[in-house]
């Protein structure tokens, strides 16, 4: 059996909200327990009558609002607090989490540790492609500033979880750069591509420019926090853009409104990919235990497959495979 422990208090939502989406992992996953972390009058009531559910009650909560090492420092009966003391503790062997980012990250990273050698852990996450493929990308925003030997790192680190995530055999890495040129790029990034280029037991394939992410071959993309976090938020802003010019296509024409109609099943696909609601959440390489990290303005789908998420990567060794991989960078 596998255990995660899910912080259900911090994200957006009211927590009763998102229950069901762990009652839904249960279902999915036979070999699945679940601690559940948060208030007495939502952990209790919803862990009493299963099996493989047990509650943690935490006496308070770290909001979006809060300085997030002050937070963890000093709500030590937070919900993120004691989840993360409880995956170090051995009684869970992952987390799942939809609270505040900066929390989670702070509590995750002094409470569980990171793995010997790992510099920075750094957050991933798959993002969909064309004809099935996706590309893991990292890192989402955990290290704004990143110097070459740790983009190594994520190299490794993203490189492992491909081949947990993806099956990938031997994962192509790429740089995520203004051009796919060799020379082209700031100081920095040709640092990094310089660092990248002289490990050997990478899978490096050079540059990669921000319309690969999508539609590019590559099996991960590296880049500091900072670039990779403002990608994202453009992919995510380009998505929402459509979305809302269809929906305001469709109000306005019945034309375009019957085209709609017929491209529904193909358009609510396609937001379902760009949501994050199927990969649940971002992933948090270089820790002791796998930590994914859910969007605040969460669902119960999310929740669902950010826990079997959780699950897979530790029934896959992830943190295992991510030592080994680092071991030469050490």
């Not at 957006?12 to 229950?19: A, F, H, S, V």
């Not at 493929?133 to 491909?162: C, R, W």
């Not at 420019?209 to 976090?229: C, K, M, Q, R, W």
């Amino acid at each position: 059996m596998i255990k995660i422990c899910v912080d259900v208090m911090g994200s957006d939502k009211d927590p009763r909200e998102l229950m069901s989406g762990l009652a839904e992992a249960l279902a999915a996953d036979s070999d699945l327990e679940l601690l559940v972390v948060g208030d007495e009058g939502i952990v209790v009531p919803f862990a009493d009558p299963l099996d493989r559910v047990e509650a943690l009650i935490s006496k308070s909560v770290i909001t979006m609002d809060e300085h997030p090492a002050d937070a963890v420092r000093k709500k030590k009966d937070s919900s993120i607090v004691m989840a993360a003391k409880a995956v170090s503790d051995g009684s869970a062997q992952g987390l799942f989490s939809a609270g505040s980012t900066g929390a989670v990250l702070t509590a995750a990273t002094f409470g569980i540790g990171r793995i010997k050698g790992i510099k920075r852990p750094a957050l991933s996450s798959p993002l969909p492609g064309l004809h099935g493929h996706k590309t893991i990308l990292l890192d989402l925003g955990a290290n704004a500033d990143v110097k070459p030997e740790s983009l190594v790192q994520f190299a490794h680190m993203g490189s492992a979880y491909a081949r947990v995530a993806l099956g990938a055999h031997d994962p192509t890495v790429a740089l995520l750069c203004n051009g796919s040129e060799d020379t082209k790029g700031s100081e920095l990034a040709l640092a990094y591509h310089a660092a990248l280029a002289a490990d050997d037991t990478i899978n490096f394939a050079g540059n990669a420019e921000g319309t690969d992410i999508l539609t590019g071959p590559y099996d991960v993309i590296v880049s500091d926090g900072f670039t990779a976090n403002v990608a994202l938020k453009t992919l995510e802003g380009t998505a929402k853009f459509i979305s809302a010019r269809i929906k305001g296509g469709v109000a306005a024409s019945k034309r375009v409104a019957l085209g709609a109609l017929l491209l529904k099943p193909t358009l609510k696909e396609i937001a379902s990919d760009l949501s994050g609601d199927e990969q649940g959440g971002a992933i948090l390489l270089g820790l002791k235990a796998p930590v994914v990290k859910g969007h605040g303005a969460t669902s119960a789908e999310a929740f669902k497959n950010g826990v079997l998420a959780c699950a897979e990567a530790v029934r896959g060794g992830l943190c295992e495979k991510i030592a080994d991989a680092c071991m030469g960078t050490l």
